[in-house]
């Protein structure tokens, strides 16, 4: 069973209840879910939020979309994904979070495939140690087996909220893709401040019309090219990174077959 497990919550900081802001008259969560569930290996999807009753709503947005939801720790963000998995009966877990609306189903299959080919070579397989693809279609692909074992031995605040850390504390096999080109350099599609939403809504509400949920990222690069000014207004908040010399490249097709949600 390969699950994808979304986490959500509404109580961000930065810009509260970002994940059910609207765009083309859908909240972004369920463009985000709707984009996931055309991945060809993803057999389920649960959206892992907290028991906090400001979490409420993304509970209700999930069952009028049919989505699976499971409701753990807030702030244990790793025992929430763990729990989460176990309810799934998960083999593979797909990591994926809810300031992301514009994940990529193509990248999920590519780096799922890329997990599978190299079975029990790899506790996390990541694109974003460094990240060269859009800050946005960050995900990771992660055994359960090795998942279980960071719920089990991470203990700082850091290894507990943001899952991944411990991977890369503990030395574990990981190994990161990379995009032949650094997008990550010039493309921002992360959402934490007012402009990325302005920018996500922007993108959706431009390509959603005429590609439905279908647009991929080399769609995305284009009209943000596009919209060179408007894709500028959030610049400001690309982290630089050192991109590592060597590494795999994540060869992705420019044109996709469409699959049906």
């Avoid at 998995?85 to 300031?99: H, I, K, M, P, W």
């Avoid at 460094?130 to 946005?136: E, Y």
């Avoid at 010039?186 to 007012?194: C, E, F, G, I, V």
């Amino acid at each position: 069973m390969i699950a994808a497990i979304v986490q959500a919550r509404m109580g961000s900081t930065r810009l509260p209840g970002k994940v059910l802001m609207p765009a083309a008259g859908r909240p972004l969560l369920a463009h985000l879910l709707e984009r996931l569930g055309r991945s060809r290996t993803v057999d389920r999807i649960v959206v892992a939020t907290s028991g906090d009753r400001r979490d409420d709503p993304i509970v209700a947005c999930c069952e009028s979309l049919g989505v699976d939801t499971f409701r753990g720790s807030e702030s244990d963000v790793l025992d929430r994904y763990y729990r989460a998995s176990v309810l799934a009966g998960a083999d593979l877990v797909v990591r994926v979070t809810a300031d992301c609306p514009l994940v990529d189903p193509m990248i999920v299959d590519a780096m799922v495939r890329y997990a599978l080919d190299h079975d029990g070579e790899a506790d996390l397989v990541t694109n974003r140690h460094p990240l060269t693809f859009p800050d946005g279609l960050d995900l990771d692909v992660i055994p359960s087996h090795a998942l279980a074992r960071a719920w089990r031995e991470a203990t700082t605040q850091q290894q507990r909220e943001h899952v991944i850390p411990y991977f890369w504390d503990a030395g574990l096999r990981v190994h990161n893709l990379e995009h032949p080109a650094n997008l990550y350099l010039h493309h921002r599609w992360t959402l934490d401040y007012a402009e990325d939403y302005a920018l996500i809504r922007h993108l959706i509400e431009t390509l959603y019309p005429s590609h439905g949920a279908s647009f991929t990222m080399e769609d995305l690069v284009r009209q943000a090219e596009q919209d060179a000014e408007l894709s500028r207004s959030n610049a400001q908040y690309i982290v630089p990174q050192t991109v590592a010399q060597s590494g795999r490249l994540l060869a992705l097709a420019a044109t996709p077959t469409p699959v049906d949600a």
